[in-house]
């Protein structure tokens, strides 16, 4: 409820004040850059209006993006920060990936009427879009200038689609990889595909002479289901930036290849096209049911159904997580963490952790590989974290599998033990839970994160060398409760009073039976404690009054 709330206040701070204020400086910068630029010198200034374009993917600030932000800032400021400087980060964090910067997000959006193409570019590409004078997506960094109009290589530029464009789609993108003939290709056949983007892999260097480096597209094919991959080299590369996983991505005239038996490359060339349906675009359709029809080519509700959740704009509980989906936050207790299992891959192990993860709607399991599990496995139960970048799908059972890995861009982030937010005058006011309150709340059926609290040390109990705990009482002038130290807590309470040298487990309980450890006693801190089952408290990280 703690951390619930702080996040909460932010987003309503950043929401109503520094984002509005970012918000305006950047309209009017685009503003004078336009005017200065003079891109599209014969558009009367009356009309601009009339064609300028808004960002449909520019979304409100997020939950799950602020809440891993604010995570991040308190757990890597262990001295905390004031609510200005919190602030200012936030709002910078913001800008780098806002509507207009963001990768994965249009750079740019503009008609195609205000574009002119090199004279080596397929005329016909050009028709397809100018007929209804669609959108377009480009890279700036593309851009030359020539005459004082915008001239575009097709390698930084790709044409959007809309939903009202099925009719188009249908008749357009016609072929399907199941009836695919190289020797039909090779003797001039014309394929145009409509595909799913599955997956976009790591740039890597070019596995074709005469290039540099290369990405590798995993695709659907939308009429029949086979898979195939599209390859992008060099500048070709700045596409990325324009299209994302799950959207649909219509493919005009590739270079194709075969890999091996049924497993085709396309690649893009001088007569090649890309149209983009955006995911994000398709779902604000007010038929978008219309679309579930496995025969349509803009069925989204299939095994591919893929949708980037990096900028929801409400928290996800684990009620109501999407079945499928990439870049999802979840915030939660964890309930139990598994012994590493690790799982063959490729002829090696890989490590695999599995924890139940549990919020006030419900609980269910993340599994984490690798890095992410490894880094989980050295926390406790009782602890609260945000799992940023998680991955969800169905398994063969119809249950929601939760994946967290690197290589999905998961991050994670235990707000139970980031002493920031402890160190930060502003939020020890704020939060601070009198013990009184904490009994009274560990006895009812509500459902709080953990707590802030200020207390005194008024004595500790060593529990037998099996369970190496050692118990502190607390006390403030409202009450006394008892909690068990985790992590580094009793070595950073001992540290407070003078101990420099390397502090082992054995050292330490050994140092709290000598005499000159009542000193501790009456040390008043600040701390971070969790519910534990049977009325029992867990002390997460501390932070020490001198």
């Not at 983007?197 to 009429?223: T, V, W």
């Not at 029949?224 to 005009?252: C, P, R, V």
């Not at 060593?462 to 068990?484: F, M, P």
Request: hydrophobic content about 35%; overall charge negative; glycine content about 4%.
């Amino acid at each position: 409820m703690l951390f619930e709330q702080l996040v909460d206040d932010y987003r309503r701070m950043i929401s109503n004040n520094v984002l509005e204020l970012y918000k305006r400086r950047r309209t009017l910068k685009n503003v004078q850059d336009e005017n200065k630029e003079n891109i599209i010198p014969n558009i009367k200034s009356e009309d601009k209006k009339d064609n300028t374009v808004e960002d449909p993917e520019a979304d409100s600030l997020s939950w799950g993006w602020l809440c891993a932000r604010m995570a991040e800032i308190y757990v890597y400021c262990p001295q905390g920060q004031n609510e200005l400087l919190s602030l200012s980060e936030l709002e910078s964090k913001w800008k780098i990936i806002s509507a207009d910067e963001r990768m994965g997000i249009a750079k740019n959006f503009c008609l195609m009427d205000s574009l002119c193409f090199p004279n080596n570019t397929e005329v016909r590409s050009y028709e397809l879009a100018v007929q209804e004078n669609r959108q377009v997506r480009f890279n700036r960094s593309g851009l030359s200038r020539k005459n004082s109009q915008l001239i575009l290589q097709t390698e930084n530029l790709i044409l959007v689609l809309t939903s009202a464009d099925e009719r188009f789609i249908e008749k357009e993108f016609h072929s399907s990889i199941s009836d695919l003939s190289l020797t039909d290709f090779y003797k001039g056949r014309v394929y145009n595909f409509w595909t799913r983007i599955i997956h976009i892999e790591k740039e890597e260097p070019a596995s074709y002479s005469g290039f540099y480096k290369q990405i590798c597209i995993n695709l659907r094919d939308m009429s029949s289901s086979m898979t195939a991959t599209l390859i992008l080299f060099d500048l070709q590369i700045n596409m990325t930036d324009l299209f994302k996983m799950g959207d649909f991505l219509g493919i005009h005239m590739p270079y194709i290849e075969e890999k091996s038996p049924g497993e085709f490359i396309f690649m893009y060339t001088d007569c090649t096209t890309l149209f983009c349906l955006p995911m994000n675009e398709l779902i604000k359709d007010p038929n978008v049911k219309k679309f579930n029809n496995p025969k349509s080519k803009l069925n989204f509700q299939d095994e591919t159904y893929m949708i980037d959740y990096r900028f929801q704009s409400e928290r996800f509980y684990i009620k109501n997580m999407p079945s499928q989906g990439i870049n999802i936050t979840l915030f939660g207790r964890i309930d139990d963490i598994s012994e590493n299992c690790p799982q063959e891959f490729d002829g090696k192990l890989i490590d695999m952790y599995m924890i139940k993860l549990s919020d006030r709607t419900g609980f269910t399991y993340v599994t984490l590989w690798e890095r992410i599990g490894q880094t989980v496995s050295n926390y406790y139960v009782g602890q609260y974290i945000v799992l940023e970048g998680l991955r969800t799908f169905k398994s063969m059972d119809d249950l929601i599998e939760v994946v967290g890995d690197v290589s999905y861009g998961s991050s994670i982030y235990n707000v139970s033990m980031a002493t920031g937010w402890l160190a930060t005058n502003t939020l020890r006011r704020h939060l601070h839970v009198p013990i009184k309150n904490i009994i009274q709340m560990s006895n009812s059926e509500l459902y709080v994160d953990h707590f802030i609290t200020h207390v005194s040390i008024a004595g500790w109990d060593i529990k037998d060398d099996k369970s190496k705990g050692i118990v502190w009482n607390l006390q403030d002038h409202t009450g006394e409760i008892r909690a068990e130290a985790v992590g580094s807590v009793s070595e950073d309470l001992l540290r407070s009073i003078g101990y420099r040298q390397m502090l082992s487990e054995s050292l330490i309980r050994s140092t709290l039976k000598k005499p000159t450890s009542t000193i501790l006693e009456g040390k008043w801190l600040w701390c971070c404690l969790s519910f534990l089952p049977f009325e029992k408290y867990q002390i997460n990280a501390v932070v020490v009054q001198n």
